[in-house]
């Protein structure tokens, strides 16, 4: 979903925030388009959490402005904005019940009695909870008084979602089923979602754009697929995915080419000695020979450091003969895990295709590294 | 047992335990023996110490005095009781001083409300530390100190009269001056409860306030005070009995003001009625238990 010509439902410009010495953010522009779900993506104390909540209104930024639906808002207090905030820690008020608790905003907006509750039992049924809603906060479970949360939101029908890492505190399993259900819900009703979160799959698999935070700073806005397949800087490549850097040395001889370059993990494939254990991997050694870089395949000998089996794949750590170390990540399609694991410490050859390298720009002046505060992140 | 298992010498027969080690054992063993050395002392106090000198005053309140020979009659009778319900003297003083011990909860709500707030919502964590300890630090000086400050403060012609414009304008002595003293002596026990409730109140909830729309009273009042309501009530109860019971203030700044303490104090002293003063006693032990059930009926209690 690109920025069209209709006014981004939010627009950062020049945005800054300092607490005391510490450059939380530090200078950041945006646009985010009308209905996109958006992450902000990033570290602890990378300073999404405070560019969101300066669009919320809870802090004041240091410099910059913020624009909701193209109205300057940066001096307004939160009430006055038309965006709402699902929090980290729900922020439900325990002495109210489920129904209260989502009739709040309602109740503010002077809405009538009928109206109230019909609304209310609406956005109750939009996040599956109706049948609770005379339960105190504290007789849900996590996953439930999430939902509470994003229904005392949405009824007020914001033209922005502002959600903070709102499924960092469930389980795998909740987490995954409540990553597919705000997708959908976000179709449904058609509202921005602006979603911080430090977990890259779930940007990933959520997102129209994801914006990867480093240092206060946007590394890289693009689609989910940009930022993992065109990565811009070699953190994005680290924080998004697992790092696979080639660079130097390595990058001239594996891949006859100057600067930094990012392989994707599972873009590799293993091409080893036989897998049945026993044969020895000097046998093989002969075969290995060094990468033809013009070719469609690229190759590089190794040894195999690691081996870690996790059920449905297995990672593989070689050190290059290059001198580099490179991660794989392989599909146990008829291995077992007895096979895979005989393969630790024997010479392999690692095949990919050539485009499947991709360059990663380095940032002229290496990024410094500030000391991350609590404040930042908070 | 598990004995069987300790004893045995473990590899080497290195295992060097000393007699502590052995009663450490022992104790892990026997469950009973344990918590009766954890709970003997405290219980010793609590029946005999505390119960016990209730129990007392109870039954004192029932004796009487001889008028003639000024002895305790040791016979239980309700008189004592009858004289207080039916003698109109003491259903006043009575009924004044629940009366000072309203309004010094209330003085001390209305101030401790907003301090406790910014101490705990608005003012750096920094300084936090130490507006608890401004707080604290006049509990440190001693009681009289601090009336007889006030009786300074307040005598005809003094600050108090200066501020309101010259010699005898103030409040002077009396059941004002009684009240502002007692709001003054127990603010910090309203304070610290309430500081404490709010200190647990997340500040996401004022945000979420915020962020569905809501002003600055609104959030006040619907969000702020229900949360802190069973800290208001637990101070109210150390501003309430403390004030109940005062005496000393009362006649140090309290002029010709008289409350149930002075009555009790008057009935052991001059006046040598034990049992009389015992009865007077058991007025502000029953408000309170009477305030106590209702605060628990109100389900305030469970909250804290």
Same mark, same amino acid.
């Given at each position: 979903m690109s920025v069209g010509p209709a006014t981004p439902a939010v627009t950062l410009r020049g945005l800054r925030k300092s607490f005391g010495t510490v450059e939380a953010v530090a200078g950041v522009d945006l646009e985010i388009a009308d209905g996109e779900f958006f992450s902000m993506l990033g570290p602890s104390g990378s300073g999404k959490t405070t560019v969101l909540r300066l669009i919320a209104g809870f802090e004041p930024p240091t410099a910059g402005t913020v624009l909701l639906g193209g109205r300057d808002v940066t001096r307004l207090a939160p009430f006055e904005r038309d965006v709402n905030t699902v929090f980290q820690d729900y922020a439900?008020? /325990?002495?109210?019940?489920v129904r209260q608790n989502v009739e709040y905003g309602l109740r503010v907006r002077k809405v009538s009695r009928d109206e109230r509750r019909d609304r209310a039992a609406e956005a109750l049924r939009s996040v599956r909870l109706d049948g609770l809603a005379d339960r105190r906060p504290a007789a849900l479970s996590g996953g439930q008084r999430q939902r509470v949360a994003l229904a005392r939101a949405l009824v007020i029908r914001p033209k922005v979602l502002l959600l903070d890492e709102p499924l960092g505190a469930l389980d795998l399993k909740l987490r995954e089923q409540m990553q597919v259900e705000l997708k959908a819900l976000q179709r449904e009703v058609g509202i921005t979602f602006v979603f911080v979160t430090h977990d890259q799959e779930e940007a990933l698999t959520m997102s129209d754009r994801v914006a990867v935070f480093e240092h206060g700073r946007i590394a890289q806005v693009g689609t989910p697929a940009e930022v993992y397949e065109r990565p811009a800087t070699p953190f994005v490549a680290g924080f998004v995915g697992t790092s696979n850097l080639l660079g130097g040395d390595a990058a001239r001889t594996v891949l006859g080419r100057e600067g930094t370059f990012s392989i994707r993990p599972e873009k590799i494939r293993l091409v080893g000695p036989p897998t049945a254990p026993g044969r020895g991997a000097a046998s093989d050694a002969p075969e290995l020979e060094l990468s033809? /870089?013009?070719?469609e395949e690229t190759s590089a000998a190794g040894r195999v450091a690691e081996v870690v089996y996790a059920g449905a794949t297995t990672r593989f750590v070689v050190d290059l003969d290059a001198g580099a170390r490179l991660v794989v990540i392989q599909q146990n399609l008829t291995t077992s895990s007895a096979e895979v694991a005989a393969l630790r410490g024997t010479r392999v050859r690692l095949t990919w295709r050539t485009e499947h390298a991709v360059a990663v720009p380095v940032p002229a002046v290496p990024t410094p590294l500030v000391k991350e505060s609590a404040h930042a992140y908070r | 047992m598990a004995s069987s298992t300790l004893d045995r010498p473990a590899g080497g027969g290195s295992a060097v335990r000393g007699p502590v080690r052995r009663l450490s054992a022992w104790l892990h063993r026997h469950a009973g023996v344990r918590l009766a050395a954890l709970l003997a002392a405290p219980l010793f106090w609590l029946v005999v110490a505390y119960l016990g000198a209730l129990a007392v005053l109870f039954v004192s309140a029932l004796w009487t005095v001889n008028g003639f020979t000024g002895e305790v009659v040791r016979e239980p009778t309700l008189d004592n009781f009858r004289t207080i319900v039916t003698d109109e003297v003491y259903r006043t003083v009575a009924l004044r001083s629940v009366g000072v011990a309203a309004a010094v909860t209330v003085i001390d709500t209305l101030i401790a409300l907003p301090m406790a707030f910014y101490m705990a919502k608005v003012a750096r964590p920094r300084h936090r530390r130490w507006l608890v300890v401004a707080i604290l630090t006049?509990?440190?000086?001693s009681y009289l100190v601090k009336a007889y400050a006030w009786r300074v403060l307040l005598a005809n012609g003094g600050p108090v009269d200066w501020l309101f414009g010259g010699p005898g304008s103030g409040p002077g002595y009396g059941l004002g001056a009684t009240v502002l003293v007692l709001a003054y002596l127990w603010l910090p026990y309203m304070i610290l409860p309430i500081y404490a409730g709010l200190e647990r109140l997340p500040d996401s909830l004022l945000e979420a306030s915020a962020d569905l729309g809501a002003r600055a009273g609104r959030t006040f009042r619907k969000v702020v005070l229900p949360v802190v309501v069973p800290s208001v009530i637990a101070g109210s109860v150390f501003t309430f009995s403390l004030s109940l019971g005062d005496y000393i203030t009362v006649q140090i700044v309290g002029g010709k003001t008289q409350l149930i303490g002075n009555l009790v104090y008057v009935n052991i002293g001059a006046a040598n009625n034990l049992p009389f003063a015992a009865a007077l006693a058991t007025i502000p032990v029953l408000i309170m238990i009477g305030y106590l059930v209702a605060v628990r009926r109100s389900g305030a209690l469970e909250e804290l």
């Open positions: 439900l008020f /325990p002495h109210m019940t033809n /870089p013009t070719a | 006049p509990l440190w000086a």
